[in-house]
């Protein structure tokens, strides 16, 4: 499934992919892989893009 | 019924003369010189013909056994002869030996400085994330699955005594270099083979050098000792091999950039 919320929280913070990535410490396509919903990231992974995007758990990660 | 083996050069001297059971216990490797050699493998079904073989080889008995071997089978013999042909002598060379191993260490050091050259940062060892060791993982399976597949098809093809047309090493070479094939095929295209602090153009150069200079290297040993020895490819054809590996290494990152570029246009232009 894909995560349009974390698409739309980096979108909302004007960062590309690779902005994102490289804030992350991981590849674009990780975060691409995340976005399009073909990897599940680890919980420490998750955090970290919380982190940098400002936004909670439940915000990007939580599915209603 | 006992069976013998000898082995007699050119002139009719006996090189090698000794029963199956004995050559079983004391395994060993002969080292023949060069030139031209019979060997036979002589079926002993009769005292007589026992006794003919060991005054005919001068060999010594060293114990008798009591019970006959003969009885099940008398008056049958039979031999079956083979011609071997030895061009070269080769002996164990101590410089061949040290030039194998410094030739591996030398080998070792220029893959320590490759990837010393091509990080972003001062670090040797490659970083990667979570997704891309899941991926680099999974390169592994296929890939050991590729050189088990091809031991096994090779081993099948022994079995059934189909001759093949290249030395065992080269073949076992070949496994290797199917592996990292499929390996390094998967994790480009699954982004999982070039590392976070990799610069990828810089491992690219080195990609296309290292593969280049392979196949002068496999264009010069065909110039001068042909593609085929004896009818077969030799271990002189690896380096064609090498080089052919690193160039689908390098086709497969190209169709991936190519790909990956306009993917990140589709993504911008979406954001």
Request: hydrophobic share 45%; proline share 1%; with cysteine.
């Amino acid at each position: 499934m894909k995560n349009l919320r974390l698409k739309s929280a980096r979108a909302a913070l004007d960062l590309s992919q690779q902005e994102l990535a490289d804030r992350v410490g991981v590849s674009r396509q990780t975060i691409n892989s995340i976005e399009k919903g073909d990897y599940n990231p680890t919980i420490n992974l998750c955090i970290t893009i919380c982190k940098v995007l400002n936004k909670t758990l439940d915000e990007l990660f939580w599915e209603e | 019924m006992i069976t013998a083996l000898s082995v007699t050069d050119e002139n009719g001297n006996s090189v090698l003369s000794c029963t199956a059971e004995s050559m079983t216990m004391e395994s060993e490797i002969i080292h023949l010189e060069q030139g031209d050699y019979q060997a036979q493998f002589v079926f002993l079904t009769s005292q007589e013909r026992w006794d003919d073989y060991i005054n005919q080889m001068q060999m010594e008995v060293l114990s008798e056994e009591d019970e006959n071997p003969y009885e099940f089978a008398q008056n049958i013999q039979d031999h079956i002869g083979y011609s071997i042909k030895v061009k070269k002598e080769l002996p164990f060379s101590y410089g061949r030996s040290f030039g194998v191993i410094s030739g591996f260490v030398i080998g070792l050091l220029a893959v320590y400085i490759f990837c010393a050259l091509t990080k972003k940062d001062d670090k040797v060892k490659c970083q990667f994330d979570e997704r891309q060791e899941l991926v680099r993982g999974r390169g592994f399976k296929y890939a050991f699955y590729t050189m088990i597949f091809w031991e096994a098809f090779i081993i099948l093809l022994l079995l059934m005594e189909i001759n093949l047309p290249a030395d065992m090493v080269l073949i076992l070479f070949v496994g290797l270099i199917l592996g990292v094939c499929v390996y390094s095929g998967y994790c480009i295209w699954n982004e999982g083979y070039f590392a976070l602090n990799e610069n990828r153009k810089s491992v690219m150069i080195g990609i296309v050098i290292i593969g280049l200079i392979n196949i002068g290297i496999g264009c010069m040993n065909i110039a001068e000792y042909g593609l085929l020895q004896d009818g077969k490819m030799t271990l002189k054809s690896l380096n064609l091999f090498g080089g052919l590996m690193m160039f689908v290494i390098f086709f497969v990152v190209l169709v991936k950039s190519i790909r990956d570029s306009k993917e990140c246009a589709n993504e911008e232009s979406s954001t």
